[in-house]
């Protein structure tokens, strides 16, 4: 479903401000510093996860503000008045008015976040249930050659598009995983039996952790080879790195390795997603700067085919800062490609790079204000 509706309140550089899209493009253009990327934050907010910054929740406050910050939205109504009943979203009735989704932080409380349904409280994790919002951002754009942390959370965002409850087993794994590090570096030695039921815990969710990334992987490696050549270079994608049958007996006989890391040295949380050039046959880290953009935007756009698949209907996607590193021709292209699959929220320095778009809600950023042009 796409917003009807953003309103933020002491978030970054807005004091309150309030968007209603359109169900299609939203085209945010202005001066670098203006605010463009926190509304796209503002969005990525009401997804399981740190938003597309990755920022700790006591930065988003406005910096002069009372010290929390609140982000709603409201989504847009389904067109059928019948019961949803898709397994991924709660069974309800949305009536006219849509759905309202909020979340926040209290200045008593800044980096205790909160999230409320229709009003009501509910867990960070619930929000993958309703939307599914996916993002490019410039800081993206060597995501091919970066670290391999970095390609994990790129497609933990990825299966949290298509099975919210990913989110769930992330948190449970990496909570044992801590734990179990702390027993491991105390003095007086860990607790055996603390010790093995941490490590049931990190087998338990590490496995439904890494076959939920084989599952996307596979789903989307399948639709790229399927998709017709464009404008976009085509990935060849895998999973990379672990692939242990049995977690708990790996950690068992690990402890005293781990235990000098200082870290777990096998598990899931060292998977890796392995890109390649399909059509040069050599991996992403080699191409050219811009052709790993090219293969960062296409691989994205399928994946978002994809998910409009599963769920019935298309993701949000957040696009900052695109149009301006590609060519009129790939412009073109990507807009052609976009139309009519969604609501998709794009930022440029000028409004000349949305040219090409029939139809938008185009609104200028200036000042903590986005006015309509």
Known sequence: MPLSRLALTDFRNYRELLIEPGPGFVCLHGENGAGKTNILEAVSLLAPGRGLRGAA????????????????????????????TRPERPSTTLGTN????????????????QVRVNGAPAAVNSLGDWLSVLWLTPAMDRLFSGPGGDRRRFLDRLVLALE??????AARYEAAMRARNKLLAEPEGADPGWLLALEAGMAEHGSVLAEARARTAGALGERLAATPEDSFARAEIALAGWFGADLAATLRANRGRDAAAGRATEGPHRQDLAVAHRAKGQPAARSSTGEQKALLLGLVLAHAELVTERRGEPPILLLDEVAAH????RRAALFARLEGRGQVWMTATEAALFDGIAEARRLHVAAGTAEPS
């Not at 988003?60 to 847009?76: E, H, I, K, Q």
């Not at 849509?98 to 976040?113: C, D, F, K, M, Y």
């Not at 919210?164 to 087993?169: D, E, M, N, R, T």
């Open 57 to 84: 929740l006591g930065e988003m406050a406005r910096g002069d503000g009372p010290g929390g910050f609140a982000v709603s939205v409201t989504l847009a109504p389904f067109v059928s008045s019948e019961v949803e």
């Open 98 to 113: 849509g759905v309202n989704l909020g979340t926040g932080t209290l200045a008593v409380a800044p980096e205790r976040r």
């Open 164 to 169: 919210p409850g990913h989110a769930h087993h």
């Open 326 to 329: 590609l060519d009129p021709g």
